[in-house]
């Protein structure tokens, strides 16, 4: 019997989120590329495992500096490769400002090679395509320091935030876009607001640095508030 495809996608959800998933230090949610569906991960309640390749570590250390002594990763050398594709993307319009792009990556790092996925996101919804199971959409559970230390960092940069051409991005429209928008395949829930549902543990504010944070990154008046006081 052939279950209608609304089903299909509950009982998939079902059987990749919740209770049954092991939450801990060095466990991942979501592990590799399925190929029948592009560049959507796979539902993958795995161990973390290290890189295969040189160059991928080459790229951690470049644009994900907090994750580049990290032995273990939950993205594959393919997840690696497409994250620095992405996130180049916005280089050219955050370099500017060091501090906003430093934390405008962290906060896609995290989400795609943290060794604690499962601490802090969970799988929201799958599909399957071909007989692959496909991750396409995620709740990503953010400490309301580390979602606005990103925000207030960026800000100045509503192309970025929000697709607007003028004017500011309120914080809910930032991750309200950032989450769902016509470039994104896999949609994204963000959950800042305290106090965090258990069983998650949020990403901390201290992976933030302020925009007017003394260093390489540090931004000009033009584009960080707290650099004109």
């Known amino acids: 019997m052939k279950l209608p495809s609304f089903l299909v996608v509950v009982l998939l959800v079902g059987c990749t989120t919740g209770d049954s998933v092991v939450r801990k230090p060095g466990m991942c949610v979501m592990y590799d590329v399925c190929k029948a569906k592009g560049d959507l991960p796979c539902p993958s309640n795995t161990p973390a495992k290290p890189l295969e390749e040189d160059k991928s570590k080459a790229i951690i250390a470049e644009i994900c500096p907090h994750l580049s002594e990290e032995e273990l990763l939950c ?103 950032l989450g769902d928008n016509s470039f994104t395949t896999l949609k994204t829930d963000y959950h800042y607001k305290d106090p965090t549902p258990a069983p998650f543990k949020p990403r901390p504010a201290d992976t933030m640095v302020p925009c007017d944070a003394e260093g390489d990154g540090q931004c000009s008046c033009q584009t960080c508030d707290a650099a004109c006081n």
């Open 75 to 177: 993205c594959s050398d393919s997840q690696v490769a497409a994250l620095k594709s992405q996130t180049d993307k916005a280089k050219f319009m955050l370099s500017s400002c060091g501090n906003c792009l430093h934390n405008f990556r962290a906060l896609f790092c995290d989400m795609v090679c943290s060794p604690n996925q499962s601490e802090f996101m969970d799988v929201a919804e799958t599909e399957e395509s071909d007989g692959v199971e496909h991750v396409t959409r995620l709740s990503y559970y953010l400490s309301n320091g580390y979602a606005t230390g990103m925000y207030e960092s960026c800000k100045k940069f509503p192309m970025v935030l929000c697709m607007k051409f003028f004017g500011k991005c309120t914080i809910e429209e930032t991750y309200n876009f």
